[in-house]
């Protein structure tokens, strides 16, 4: 059965996201180099080198990509403004040519009577503020707080919500423990101190942005399943530890204002001091909503060779993988959508900010085919629906992502958009999916 918006509640939102870097284009405007741009040079960085320079030039075509979200009968846009854009250096001297262009770019949204959903910072860290430790730095609170202030007073008070951080996790730990990401560090000092100034820096931006009286604000946070390979107490265990690094941590400190004891085995040594009364100051604050990310399970085994925390490794799955090797999987929104409810936020609003799946999709005759991201879609959907009938208020899905565009590390080889983008031409052209979406959200 396809689901359409006749069975969803009348006021959900139905949305596509992007972010700033992946397809806006970097180079035009007056933008400031970010950490992307010197891991993306460092070799073996990112797939070919690539980098965030052109994208989409989303910063010239805005008009042609909002016209797509219209006619698909989109009702919600999230994006996310470039601090790097904003201040070229990161702290000083603001780039006008980067508040005018976000001023546009909302004029446009709002013209079409799409909402906009804004995040503040999703991965783009500012070179120069990079340099001096960037999410490492003690400071980064207070740098980021004064980026939110600029970008807020342009824009803020046309914004249908405001999400402070996307993903912190990836920020994070996946950036400075795994070095996946920008800026590329493996160092278990490095993640921890990541993970706290990361939420320290949401709640400033937090703090701020209630001072000028905003109501609508949360977090973007990704899921992933964790799934144990056997019943084994050490593979239990194994996925304990990483249920709790990935999908616990960040929650917990904003709901509870505690990080997770299987966390802390491996982390608190390395975390800054006062760290405890950070949670209680600054991080440990009210929500108007969450948003959910949530893309895929892993599955995680206790690994005997290992001779420091965490002590896991991935253990093969068995269920069809998208173009990113990662697993199908609509069960698991499901249950971190009741599982936010029961355990952290209750009747909170609660917005899946991101879903979707990279496939290799090809133009044949100037049409993109991709029944997998269609059926990918209608069962997370299904997910979705299965969760509000069962009492969580889920108010939004927002489907990433409108644009293919420059996909961090695998630089433009994936493609998660439901509108194909040739890299070379940058022509647009609307896939299956788009238009399995935009029949479905049709009003009468």
Known sequence: MTLTRKDF????????????????????????????????????NVTRAETGAIACDHYHRFEQDFDLLKTGNFDAYRFSTSWSRVLPEGRGQVNQQGLDYYDRLTDALLERGIKPFQTLYHWEMPAALSDLGGWTNPDVHNWFGDFVDIIDDRIGDRMEAIATINEPWCASFLSHFHGIHAPGLRDVRAAARSMHYVLKAHGEAMTRLRAKGRKNLGIALNFEYAQPATASPNDVRAAATEDAVYNRWFIEAMTKGTYPAEALEGLEAHLPKGWQDDLKTHIHQP????????????????????????????????????????????????????RMKNDYVGDLPILVTENGMAWEDHLKDGAADDPERIDFIQGHLAAMKRAIDEGVNLQGFMYWSLLDNYEWAEGYDKRFGIVHVDFDTLERTPKASYYMLKHALKRD
């Open 9 to 44: 509640p009348n006021n959900f939102l139905f949305g596509a996201a992007t972010a700033a870097y992946q397809i806006e284009g970097s180079q035009f405007g007056g933008a400031g180099p970010s950490h992307w741009d010197t891991f993306s040079a460092t070799p073996g």
């Open 287 to 338: 929500l108007d909503w969450l948003g959910v990310n949530y893309y895929t399970r892993k599955i995680h085994a206790h690994d005997p060779n290992a001779s420091a925390w965490p002590y896991t490794k991935p253990a093969e799955g068995h269920l069809a993988t998208t173009q990113m090797g990662w697993e199908v999987y609509p069960e698991g929104l499901h249950h971190f959508l009741k």
